[in-house]
């Protein structure tokens, strides 16, 4: 977790500058290294309203002011290293700009006749010097549901764009109360706040309540903008953490731990007359699937065992495999002593031949939905197969999108509105299990609390040693195990590592070295920290894929270790 504590309003406008399926000789997914901080853009020329946005009709009356500020990145590297603490006894969000040479930042709330309660919403923290920042722990105890402004955050390309904004779509004449962000002068300083408009839906059909901000940025750039979220009762953690800057005027989204009686959730859009569907950003959690192991089951256990393993049903070649040949290697895998495996598709049949397979075997399934360059609409159609194919029994988890943010396939705001949308066509299929999507660490910090952890039933990520370049071989279960201990205070949820393991081939990366022997030494050592939760990367190894990073994307096969 990285960033400042903060309060009840949110910074607004404050930006950082910064196929399909397999294809024959193409990789289902790529390996990024989790030392990089860089997001791929997305090219719409224009965003959409967010999902957890969606709430209302035609707009009676709408007031609001300012427009996005954009930071700029500099590629300016520290020379020099320093220690600072950042204080925040600030009763309203603001961005609290720090530098090495101070010792507390201090935001002074605007004036009111109450005093204000403070909030663990979200906040924008901006550095403008390199340096190494403390931001000591605190802790808040909500006692009533309110509801505040977020800060979602969104990257764009360089041009026009329109960010924010509440769209919904009735069936009837309806009226409705929704609450939206937006944002005011405050003395010298532009807060976010919310306000409740109630709005006219005079006929079925899709209406804009509120219109998005429109602006242009000349670069890639990540844009910071207010979104409704409800705080909800409950004990709100944010543990110490320290934050290594190096570039200039860098921007942190900081999320609050919670535990208590609920979980943050989208804020609730009121009709006033007829109930009428509309597509929000919040879910539901639906019932444990029927399963044979507890994995999933939230008991916060991690420890030695092999939970899972990764499968891919095409030859060194990169053609489909028969059903023969799928059976036979899942024969192997079962051998092994796994009773999962995790697909990324549905791909070569591989409902039908793998979950044949997995039923005579008795090996439960991790389904899974790829989004690829096709982006959202085009990873449909695999959800519809899986609804129509519809074998719960031996489903434990469905995830939806494998690294799609990281891989720049679509957005934060578009693979969570995608989720919602599939596990609504799953379990209108009899599905009551849960879903996910997964991500590296990097992208659960930066999108978690604001996008990601409301639609999803836990946190799903791969966490992938090798790509750290002080990560040794016999270090790769203490590092996965830190890492997995960081996903847990994200969203409060359950955490499963998706995809894991060592190449046994390659080039090395520092002091991570790729080998037989050094795969079996890695491998054994995420089994031990981490095995339980863990799913391992891959049966075999994948000579169909490009060599990718350190030429190691062919050679992650790992079944001979165990």
């Known amino acids: 977790m990285k960033g400042s504590i903060f309060a009840a309003a949110a910074l607004v406008g404050s930006a950082l500058a910064d196929g399909h399926l397999h294809r024959r000789h193409e990789a289902i997914h790529n390996r990024r290294d989790a030392s990089s901080s860089s997001i791929a853009a997305v090219t719409p020329s224009s965003l959409a309203p967010g999902p957890e946005e969606t709430c209302g009709c035609t707009t009676k009356v709408i007031t609001y002011y300012g427009s996005p500020t954009l930071v700029p990145v500099s590629s300016t590297e520290s020379t020099t290293t320093f220690t600072s603490t950042v204080h925040s006894t600030s009763t309203s969000t603001m961005t609290v700009t720090v530098t090495p040479s101070s010792v507390a930042a201090v935001s002074s709330a605007p004036s009111s006749s109450t005093v ?3 909030l663990p919403t979200p906040g924008v923290t901006s550095f403008s010097s390199t340096g190494i920042y403390t931001v000591p722990a605190t802790t808040l105890t909500v006692t ?66 509120v219109p998005g901000t429109v602006t242009t940025v000349p670069t890639s750039t990540v844009i910071v903008y207010p ?18 800057v190096t570039e200039t005027d860098y921007t942190y ?24 569907p509309v ?41 489909c495999m028969t059903q023969d040949e799928v059976t036979s290697n899942l024969k192997v895998i079962k051998g092994k002593g796994f009773n999962l495996v995790r697909v990324y598709s549905t791909d070569c049949s591989g409902l039908e031949y793998i979950g044949s397979a ?43 999108g494998n690294e799609a943010i990281s891989s720049g396939f679509c957005s934060a705001a578009q693979l969570a509105s995608f989720i919602t949308s599939a596990k609504s066509t799953f379990q209108s299929a009899g599905y009551t299990g849960k879903v996910t999507t997964t991500e590296p660490i990097d ?120």
């Open 358 to 400: 997995c039923k005579e075997l008795g090996l439960n399934m991790i389904l899974g939905v790829y989004i690829s360059s096709t982006g959202t609409s085009g990873a449909q159609e695999q959800v519809e197969a899986i609804a129509k194919w519809a074998q719960w029994g031996m489903v434990e988890l469905i995830v939806v």
């Open 144 to 209: 009533e549901s309110t509801t505040v402004c977020g800060a979602t955050t969104t990257e764009v390309p360089s041009g026009t764009h329109t960010i924010g904004g509440v769209t919904t779509v009735v069936e009837t004449e309806t009226v409705i109360t929704c609450p939206y962000a937006t944002v005011k002068p405050s003395g010298t300083t532009v807060t976010s706040v919310i306000e409740y408009t109630t709005y006219t839906c005079p006929a079925a059909g899709t209406y804009t309540v």
């Open 227 to 244: 979104t409704p979220l409800t705080i909800t009762p409950g004990t709100y953690t944010q543990t110490e953490t320290v934050v290594t």
């Open 116 to 118: 204000p309660v403070v």
């Open 443 to 562: 992208i659960w910090q930066q999108y978690g609390s604001s996008t990601l952890c409301s639609p999803v039933d836990l946190v799903g990520a791969n966490i992938h040693p090798f790509f750290n370049s002080e990560v040794t071989a016999e270090k790769a279960g203490e590092f996965a195990l830190s890492e997995f201990k960081l996903l847990e205070s994200i969203c409060n949820k359950d955490v499963l590592n998706l995809e894991t393991g060592w190449p046994n081939a390659g080039n090395a990366n520092g002091a991570a070295v790729p080998g037989v022997a050094e795969q079996e030494t890695a491998v054994k050592s995420i089994a031990k920290a981490l095995g339980s939760k863990s799913i391992f990367f891959s049966y075999a190894n994948d000579d169909w894929k490009a060599p990718g990073a350190f030429d190691v994307e062919q050679h992650w096969g790992c079944a001979p270790v165990f």
């Open 253 to 276: 989204v900081c999320p609050f731990a919670t535990s208590g009686l609920a979980t943050t959730t989208a804020a609730p859009v009121v009709a006033t007359t007829t109930a009428v």
């Open 279 to 319: 597509a929000a950003a919040t879910s539901t959690t639906a019932a444990a699937a029927v399963s044979t192991s507890s994995s999933t089951t939230g008991s916060g256990v991690t420890g030695e065992g092999q939970y899972g393993m990764t499968f891919s049903p095409y030859t060194q070649s990169g053609a």
